[in-house]
């Protein structure tokens, strides 16, 4: 098991960035796929990002693609999510996710951080 803690959160306008941290702890972290979601008030859960250990293996959402940047320094067992070109309709909870393989569904992974808030204003 992992535990995470994600930081960065926090209200921007339209047009703005944001880079979200998730500090990771526990066992056999090189093991764990990283991955972001994402969830707005009243809609599912849904795929940001998530790249493998060494890096060499990075999957977008279609939406973000061209705008968010996933990357991680395994030093510090932190993965952070570079978010460009902000959006109102990115307004969500992002949340932090760990897995041994990368899926594109929340069932897909099994540790969660809490979540932090990201708002764009528009």
């Known amino acids: 098991q992992v535990q995470l803690v994600e930081s960065g959160g926090g209200l921007v306008q339209a047009g703005g960035s944001l880079r979200l941290s998730c500090a990771a702890s526990?066992?056999?972290?090189?093991?764990?796929?990283m991955g972001w979601f994402r969830q707005a008030p009243g809609k599912e859960r849904e795929f940001v990002a998530a790249i493998n250990w060494t890096g060499g293996r990075i999957n977008y959402a279609d939406s973000v693609k061209g705008r968010f940047t996933i990357s991680r320094d395994n030093a510090k067992n932190t993965v952070y999510l570079q978010m460009n070109s902000l959006k109102p309709e990115d307004t969500a909870v992002y949340y932090c996710?760990?897995?041994?393989?990368?899926?594109?569904?929340?069932?897909?992974?099994?540790?969660w951080g809490q979540g932090t808030q990201v708002t764009v204003s528009s």
């Open positions: 996710a760990a897995d041994y393989s990368i899926g594109r569904t929340s069932s897909d992974w099994g540790s």
């Open positions: 526990g066992r056999a972290l090189s093991r764990y796929y």
